[in-house]
């Protein structure tokens, strides 16, 4: 098989790009190692930053998301049992998509369907051979056959376990990285969610957010150690340990009921640099991964895809390397930003352990969150998102 550009990954990345490169007429196959049933099942954050729901319009694929998803135009934080919202719309004059990154993915592989764009799923022992040389080729298995794909680029967009960041010589890429001491226990059910607007919770018990898919679906998340098992969670111990951590309001509101799904993800922030090797350029978490507190992991890959699908337009259509060449240092960039982001919102909201300075240095950070237009109005522009 030959094509222009080999993806690997089709998680939000890899579809995303895949999408884009056929709107300008760039040849794409993707490479995915489970089946699109498995890649379905998976349950991720759901807000959507402007620049990344216009840039999913772009794509073709944002009729269901405008028509379902829920337009928010502010958040709010609970902080020892007091409310405080940030007004998005007063603060930058841009709000937020919520929409489940499921959803998204759904949406994605509609559209590729219904383009007849290729992808071979539940292929295995994935491998990239040649990737500084001008011929890269992919081989992989999968329908009890062996197959080669010729490509003139590869797109690792298959993850933090994906096997493209790893195909790098050691000596050639760098990381940084940093691991939280707790985990975040995540619940889905089909209840109207508590609020209208998400609750992020400071609690000396822990951080909890109180989230949603839909008018009649929430997600509810709890900071747990990351010595407990999920087996430790029935839902009764869920539901009432997040009425302990908040305020009298939400205890009235909460509506519980049965998990859809629920499970247990460590925290953890981490950047590979650079994130072009040749002709394999990374994407998405394949590169980088942040804290789930200000749900900026899909927004971090849109970002990515904007700037490689450009890179690769003018590669094919203007000649031009120049895109590509920059592709590493712009999406780096606003990674280095969404990092940051994403590790203070963390290190705001969560409880330490032995960090009695810490704590003090979170409360009064947030006294003055909560007092300061600049501050709060720092907050809210990366909260919606910064610029490409
Ligand atoms: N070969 C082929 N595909 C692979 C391989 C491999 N060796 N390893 C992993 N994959 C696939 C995974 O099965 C997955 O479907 O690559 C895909 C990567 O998708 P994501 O992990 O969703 O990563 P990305 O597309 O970069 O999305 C970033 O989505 O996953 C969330 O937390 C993430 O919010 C972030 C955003
Ligand atoms: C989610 O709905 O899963 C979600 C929302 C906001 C976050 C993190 C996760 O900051």
Redesign the pocket.
């Known amino acids: 098989m030959r094509t222009q550009v080999a993806i ?7 579809l995303l790009l895949g999408q884009l490169l056929h709107r300008h007429g760039i040849d794409n196959i993707i ?4 089946t699109p049933e498995h ?1 379905l099942s998976r349950i ?2 759901g807000v959507i930053e402007q620049v990344a729901v216009d840039l999913i319009d772009e794509a073709g694929v944002g009729a269901r998301m405008r028509r379902d998803g829920l337009v928010h135009h502010g958040t709010q934080f609970c902080v020892d049992g007091v409310r405080h919202r940030f007004d998005f719309r007063e603060l930058t004059g841009k709000s937020v998509m919520v929409y489940g ?1 499921t959803e998204i993915t759904k949406d994605l592989m509609d559209g590729r369907a219904a383009a007849g764009l290729p992808t071979d799923y539940a ?1 295995y022992d ?1 491998a990239l051979h040649n990737i500084f040389g001008a011929h890269p080729t992919v081989t992989y298995r999968g329908d009890g056959r062996s197959h080669q794909v010729e490509c003139d680029f590869i797109a690792g ?3 933090f ?3 493209s960041r790893k195909s790098v010589p050691s000596g050639a890429i760098k990381t940084y990285e940093r691991i939280y001491p707790f985990g975040w226990l995540g619940l889905l059910t089909d209840r109207p969610p508590v609020s209208d607007e998400l609750i992020y919770v400071r609690h000396e018990l822990g951080f909890a957010l109180c989230s949603m898919r839909s008018p009649t679906r929430s997600r509810y998340y709890l900071q747990v150690s990351l010595a407990d098992d999920i087996n430790d969670w029935p839902d009764e111990r869920f539901w009432d340990e997040l009425r302990l951590r908040l305020d009298g309001k939400a205890n009235a509101d909460l509506v519980d009921g049965p998990a859809l799904e629920k499970s247990i993800a460590p925290l953890r922030s981490f950047v590979a640099e650079p994130m072009r090797f040749g002709r394999l350029l990374l ?4 590169a980088h991964i942040v804290p789930p507190t200000g749900a900026k ?2 927004n971090l ?1 849109a970002s990515d895809v904007r700037y490689l699908s450009q890179a690769l337009v003018e590669r094919y259509k203007e000649n031009s390397d120049i895109g590509l060449d920059h592709y590493s240092a712009r999406a780096l960039a606003r990674v280095w930003k969404a990092e940051r982001f994403s590790w203070w919102m963390t290190t705001l909201l969560h409880t330490f352990p032995d960090g009695q300075f810490e704590q003090k240095m979170q409360s009064a950070e947030l006294d003055y969150l909560f007092k300061s237009r600049s501050a709060a109005a720092a907050f809210a522009e990366n909260y919606v998102g910064l610029p490409f």
């Open positions: 690997i990954g089709a998680g939000p990345a890899g490479i995915e190692k489970h890649v991720r954050a990154q292929a994935v967009c298959d993850g376990h994906g096997v994407a998405g978490d394949a992991g899909l890959a």
